[in-house]
Structures are given as structure tokens and as C-alpha cells.
């Protein structure tokens, strides 16, 4: 072999090692080069279960939202990102659009990691504690050996907070870790108002 070939080569199984070991404890890989999926029809949501604004058990599903714009927003109990963040976005966003049926917001608990502390009882917590009169959810996610879960799978997200929001024909126009609320009620209103 050549200088060259064994530098590769050195840096092929760096690699490899670097992939066993973060696989090994757990984490989760990047499989994809860029996350999200805008431009393409928005996947169901995977939940585990559903509840309303009074946390009583509902269901959700985007073919019966076609028509209307939907607000995503993938969450975990224990991310201070999407405590600082995410959540007050949400809100916003929501706030904007109480009266206007042509908007669903919706939060999901998307785990991929502390999947003891991201349990199935903080959804309707969260939904207390941020006064949100919306539908919420929990994706268990796949468990400690396949992170990522279903949802997170589907959409291309990269962790949390993230947001996802989905024009009326059912594809995805944003999604991402940072929503500008500003720009996107500008927009959302826009749009109402055109059609």
C-alpha cells in the first residue's frame, strides 16, 4: 500500500471505531447529511397516545387536518432548549391563531435519549405548566437501542425543540431547530387570507 492508501485506510477504521463506540452508549447517529424534509408530504406522526386540551385521551392524524396549516413541535420533558425556546415559540404561534380553525398546533414528546426522565406522564405536565389548549402527544421513541423513535425517523429531525410546520395540501414548509414566529404568523396569514 501507498502513504495515501494507509492514511485511508488509518482513517477508515478511526471512523468505524468512533461509530462502534457512540453506538455503544447509546447515542444517536446521523444518518442523513442535512435534517428535515421540506418540500415533501408530511409522514403521520407516530404516538404512542394522544390527549386534548383537557388531557382527556383523543386521537390526532395530518389526513384529517388536510386543508389546514399544522404547527409541530417535537419536544422532551428534560431539554432546556425547548424550555428557553421551543415552548414559548409555541405558544406564540398559538396565541396568534387561537380563533383561526385553519391552524392546528401540536406538541409531541419525541424521545430519543432519558427515556426514564421523557416518560409518558410529563406530557400532560407541560401541557399544564404552558397553559397550552391543545392537542399533545408521546412517541416513546424505539427504546435505548434504536434512538431516533418514530417521528424524529420520519421527519429528519435533529433533537429537540424542533418544529415542523405543514401547508394545507400536506407538505412540509419548515423544519427545523428555530422557528422565526414573527415570519411564519406572517406568512400563515397571508396565506389565509389569499384563499
Not at 29 to 53: N, Q, Y
Not at 163 to 187: L, Q
Request: with cysteine.
Amino acid at each position: 500500500m501507498n502513504r495515501s492508501s494507509l492514511q485511508a485506510d488509518r482513517l477508515t477504521r478511526r471512523a468505524a471505531s468512533w461509530v462502534l463506540l457512540l453506538s455503544g452508549l447509546g447515542l444517536p447517529l446521523i444518518t442523513h447529511a442535512k435534517p428535515g424534509i421540506v418540500g415533501k408530504p408530511a409522514p403521520e406522526p407516530r404516538a404512542e397516545f394522544w390527549i386534548d386540551a383537557q388531557g382527556r385521551p383523543t386521537r390526532f392524524s395530518l389526513a384529517e387536518q388536510r386543508g389546514k396549516w399544522v404547527h409541530l413541535k417535537f419536544w422532551q420533558s428534560w431539554c432546556p432548549g425547548c424550555h428557553a425556546h421551543g415552548f414559548p415559540a409555541l405558544a406564540k404561534l398559538a396565541a396568534a391563531f387561537a380563533d383561526e380553525p385553519r391552524v392546528v398546533n401540536v406538541a409531541l414528546q419525541t424521545v430519543f435519549e432519558g427515556f426514564g426522565s421523557n416518560s409518558a406522564d410529563k406530557v400532560r405536565q407541560t401541557q399544564l405548566r404552558y397553559k397550552l389548549p391543545m392537542v399533545f402527544g408521546h412517541d416513546p421513541g424505539n427504546g435505548p437501542r434504536a434512538p431516533g423513535g418514530g417521528t424524529m425517523a420520519r421527519y429528519r429531525s435533529g433533537g429537540t425543540p424542533w418544529h415542523v410546520v405543514i401547508d394545507p395540501a400536506g407538505n412540509v414548509v419548515f423544519n427545523g431547530f428555530s422557528i422565526d414566529t414573527e415570519r411564519a404568523i406572517d406568512a400563515i396569514r397571508s396565506s389565509l387570507r389569499k384563499g
